[in-house]
């Protein structure tokens, strides 16, 4: 047994003598094969390019699909405003041309309402009684014989009639909701329309005011803006008689003729 331990601490011996004097060899240790010729690295890159040239085509092809939506939107928006807009500025640009002054009223906002439409007849009973008679509105309404553009800033029947027009005391045109956040606020309820303060809510409250624009006539069971217009062109021809009237004075010169 001594002999044996002997043995093996000469052994083991004569590997640290020659590990000290730099005569044992090692095993080398292999290097990695480099990137260049690596098929997992190659891969790995390929698979990265790939990948950077999809997410660059999905980027591409989001902006467009938002480009194309944003312009939808404004031909929508430049479909559904009204026309009557651009008639309200030029009469008002004419009637100011022509000399026309402007005396500031008494009232905060006149609202210019279709008295033969019934929900409308009701929102403005609602205001001149919350008005109580001081005369922070005035109300008038286009359906009557009466009414006169050339003292409303130049605004016509027609374009009255597409959306609901106000008329500032500094003698501003206004339209749509702005008419109803003036007129809410003149009578001490302008926390009513306060939410407009916020844009979005501004545009939404808009976008549901001009489609119910579009369609009150139908909605109310009156005929179409083109028969409304007819029958006022009569009532005026007639002398300012009703529509009615005028519509069977014109059938009854109709059948004279014939």
Known sequence: MTVKVQFVFQKWQFVFQRFRCGRLKTRPVKKPPSDATSPHTAMALSSVLRLSAHLSASRAACLASRAQFRARGAADCARRA????SRVRAASASARD??????RPSWDVRVLFDGDCPLCVREVN???AQDGGRGKLDLVDIASETYDPAA???VDFETAMSTIHGITNEGEV???VPVFERAYAAVG???VYAFTKVPALSRAATALYDFWAERRLAVTGRPTMREVMRLRE???AAGGRTACAAATNA???GSERS
């Open 82 to 85: 009204p026309r009557a807009f």
């Open 98 to 103: 022509a000399g026309a002054t402007w005396t």
């Open 126 to 128: 609602f205001l001149r």
């Open 152 to 154: 409303n800033r130049g």
């Open 174 to 176: 206004i339209t749509g």
């Open 189 to 191: 309820l302008g926390w």
């Open 234 to 236: 009569q009532r005026e």
């Open 251 to 253: 059938d009854a010169s």
